[in-house]
Nanobody
Framework: QVQLAEPGGGLVQPGGSLRLSCAASGSISPTYTMGWFRQAPGKEREFVAAFRRSGGSTHFADFAKGRFTISRDNAKNTVYLQMASLKPEDTAVYFC????????????????????WGQGTQVSVSS
């Protein structure tokens, strides 16, 4: 069993930055994959970014490339999503996702690939 803690979120002005974190605890495999999906009002959930522990690879949705980065603290099983140059269209509930498997790249975009989901945190970008 795995528990996810996703503190953070909040209100930020356009052009600002915000860091989300997700900490996993419980039965953690060194092969884990951790990432984020988001859901804006009236829209479907969409993939944001993911990190694969084994090999340390990171992957981003097109809208996130060049603006969002991932870092991690391996000792704490924690992954951070640093979001910069935020836009109003980034407003959404952001969900941390986790799986103990090293997911293949094509599976990273698929909601059903992940065995665990966080509760979600609200990110609001407005003036």
């Amino acid at each position: 069993q795995v528990q996810l803690a996703e503190p953070g979120g909040g209100l930020v002005q356009p052009g600002g930055s915000l860091r989300l974190s997700c900490a996993a605890s419980g039965s953690i495999s060194p092969t884990y994959t951790m990432g984020w999906f988001r859901q804006a009002p009236g829209k479907e959930r969409e993939f944001v970014a993911a990190f694969r522990r084994s090999g340390g690879s990171t992957h981003f949705a097109d809208f996130a490339k060049g603006r969002f980065t991932i870092s991690r603290d391996n000792a704490k099983n924690t992954v951070y999503l640093q979001m910069a140059s935020l836009k109003p269209e980034d407003t959404a509930v952001y969900f941390c996702v986790f799986d103990n498997r090293r997911l293949i790249v094509s599976s990273l975009w698929v909601e059903e690939s992940y065995g665990y989901w966080g509760q979600g945190t609200q990110v609001s970008v407005s003036s």
